[in-house]
């Protein structure tokens, strides 16, 4: 074959040729834009979700010791203080701090003055997850709404961290996450190459790989960042508790101490031992769950009381009698359960047991049995110093209106019994 039929079939080949280069380069480019579209939007939404947790992890129970349904039940300025690390460094855009009544959703507090007492009705997305009990990630609407936002929707997610304050008003803390479009924008810069043929793709596609590893860097140092953050923020607390428990109990127990050394039946000390073990109360709430409904109590206590039991002790929790009587509360509920976990970590921490047996029956009264088969102790003895946890229980116990017994022999284990009167 030559001349012009020959020419007409190279023709053909190359026409061919490029038809089919063509059709896997659309099909390649098609498959890689619409793949890179959808890791982009998977990534940029586990990024918000994971920075969101972390942020929760940080400030989220601070914040549950206010009442935000009342103006004086929090401090503004409080607030805005713990979530400024976050804001100030970037890791958050914008706050805005929900609490739900009914159908409901008011803004409480914002980094921006302005949008609070804000109001809205939770019919529409993205509002209409809040007070749910999950953490859910959205893009950033269009809308009135979400004004302040609207320069920067496209490189930020919202995320809405629920929880419930100290007077159990629904909250949510709405979190405008910064995240990174270079995934899309990639894509639309190196379109044209791509559509130039597979013989070119893997060049085309080096930019987009450069780009992947330039954002897996600033993920990690954006993780490490973060998590620099969020141990400052739980290492402030520490000190504060340790603060107050330095300026407050432990100074008044060492001045009862001294009055009691010259005259133990001084009624001062009497009052400051007292003062002492009330504050000390307090402490201990701010240490515990602070959350537990009376419904939850039968599910939840061998959960809670596992975690302060060594594995090299036994457990053996067992619940009985009606799961949810009426006049049982949520007051009794936490008070049983601080108690029944005070007692087993009373047990393991100076009984030496080899097993921990607890007993509730759910009734009226609410009768708790804890009993270890440890080396025991004389009750009539005075506890050794530092030993006050028993007293602790028996005084919050006491001012709800029961009581705790304990019986104990040396080397014979011990038994404690709460009862609390329902009514």
């Given at each position: 074959?030559?001349?012009?039929?020959?020419?007409?079939?190279?023709?053909?080949?190359?026409?061919?040729?490029?038809?089919?280069?063509?059709?896997?380069?659309?099909?390649?480019?098609?498959?890689?834009?619409?793949?890179?579209?959808?890791?982009?939007?998977?990534?940029?939404?586990?990024?918000?979700?994971?920075?969101?947790?972390?942020?929760?992890?940080?400030?989220?129970?601070?914040?549950?010791?206010?009442?935000?349904?009342r103006p004086a039940g929090y401090d503004r300025t409080a607030v805005l203080d713990r979530l400024d690390p976050f804001l100030r460094s970037g890791t958050l855009y914008r706050v805005k701090l929900w609490i739900v009544d009914g159908d409901l959703a008011r803004i409480v507090?914002?980094?921006?003055?302005?949008?609070?007492?804000?109001?809205?009705?939770?019919?529409?997305?993205?509002?209409?997850?809040?007070?749910?009990?999950?953490?859910?990630?959205?893009?950033?609407?269009?809308?009135?709404?979400?004004?302040?936002?609207?320069?920067?929707?496209?490189?930020?997610?919202?995320?809405?961290?629920?929880?419930?304050?100290?007077?159990?008003?629904?909250?949510?803390?709405?979190?405008?996450?910064?995240?990174?479009?270079?995934?899309?924008?990639?894509?639309?810069?190196?379109?044209?190459?791509?559509?130039?043929?597979?013989?070119?793709?893997?060049?085309?596609?080096?930019?987009?790989?450069?780009?992947?590893?330039?954002?897996?860097?600033?993920?990690?140092?954006?993780?490490?960042?973060?998590?620099?953050?969020?141990?400052?923020?739980?290492?402030?607390?520490?000190?504060?508790?340790?603060?107050?428990?330095?300026?407050?109990?432990?100074?008044?127990?060492?001045?009862?101490?001294?009055?009691?050394?010259?005259?133990?039946?001084?009624?001062?000390?009497?009052?400051?031992?007292?003062?002492?073990?009330?504050?000390?109360?307090?402490?201990?709430?701010?240490?515990?769950?602070?959350?537990?409904?009376?419904?939850?109590?039968?599910?939840?206590?061998?959960?809670?009381?596992?975690?302060?039991?060594?594995?090299?002790?036994?457990?053996?929790?067992?619940?009985?009698?009606?799961?949810?009587?009426?006049?049982?509360?949520?007051?009794?509920?936490?008070?049983?359960?601080?108690?029944?976990?005070?007692?087993?970590?009373?047990?393991?921490?100076?009984?030496?047991?080899?097993?921990?047996?607890?007993?509730?029956?759910?009734?009226?009264?609410?009768?708790?049995?804890?009993?270890?088969?440890?080396?025991?102790?004389?009750?009539?003895?005075?506890?050794?110093?530092?030993?006050?946890?028993?007293?602790?229980?028996?005084?919050?116990?006491?001012?709800?209106?029961?009581?705790?017994?304990?019986?104990?022999?040396?080397?014979?284990?011990?038994?404690?019994?709460?009862?609390?009167?329902?009514?």
């Amino acid at each position: 074959m030559s001349g012009a039929p020959a020419r007409a079939a190279r023709r053909r080949a190359l026409l061919r040729h490029a038809a089919l280069t063509g059709l896997a380069a659309a099909v390649v480019t098609a498959g890689s834009t619409a793949g890179a579209w959808r890791t982009g939007q998977q990534q940029t939404g586990r990024d918000a979700t994971q920075v969101s947790k972390t942020v929760a992890d940080a400030v989220i129970t601070s914040l549950a010791e206010y009442d935000f349904a009342r103006p004086a039940g929090y401090d503004r300025t409080a607030v805005l203080d713990r979530l400024d690390p976050f804001l100030r460094s970037g890791t958050l855009y914008r706050v805005k701090l929900w609490i739900v009544d009914g159908d409901l959703a008011r803004i409480v507090v914002s980094d921006v003055p302005g949008l609070e007492g804000t109001t809205r009705i939770r019919d529409t997305e993205p509002l209409r997850s809040i007070g749910s009990g999950g953490l859910g990630s959205h893009d950033v609407p269009d809308d009135g709404e979400h004004r302040y936002e609207a320069a920067h929707r496209r490189g930020l997610r919202e995320a809405f961290l629920d929880f419930r304050d100290a007077a159990g008003n629904s909250m949510s803390l709405e979190a405008y996450v910064p995240v990174s479009p270079q995934t899309l924008t990639a894509v639309a810069t190196q379109l044209p190459p791509l559509l130039a043929g597979v013989l070119g793709l893997g060049l085309a596609t080096l930019p987009l790989s450069l780009a992947a590893a330039r954002r897996a860097r600033q993920r990690a140092e954006r993780d490490a960042a973060l998590a620099t953050l969020a141990m400052t923020a739980a290492e402030r607390e520490r000190r504060e508790l340790a603060q107050r428990l330095h300026d407050g109990p432990i100074q008044q127990l060492a001045a009862a101490n001294v009055v009691l050394s010259v005259d133990p039946a001084a009624p001062l000390a009497r009052t400051i031992v007292r003062d002492s073990i009330r504050d000390l109360r307090t402490l201990t709430d701010d240490i515990l769950p602070q959350t537990l409904s009376a419904a939850e109590l039968a599910s939840r206590l061998p959960a809670l009381l596992r975690a302060a039991v060594p594995d090299a002790v036994a457990l053996d929790v067992r619940v009985t009698g009606d799961e949810r009587p009426p006049d049982l509360t949520d007051g009794h509920a936490l008070l049983i359960a601080r108690s029944a976990r005070e007692l087993v970590r009373n047990a393991v921490r100076h009984g030496r047991p080899g097993t921990v047996t607890v007993a509730l029956t759910i009734a009226d009264p609410l009768r708790l049995t804890v009993h270890d088969d440890g080396v025991g102790f004389d009750p009539r003895q005075p506890p050794a110093p530092g030993h006050f946890g028993l007293a602790l229980i028996a005084q919050a116990v006491a001012d709800a209106g029961g009581n705790l017994d304990v019986r104990s022999r040396p080397n014979a284990g011990c038994t404690a019994t709460v009862q609390l009167p329902l009514g």
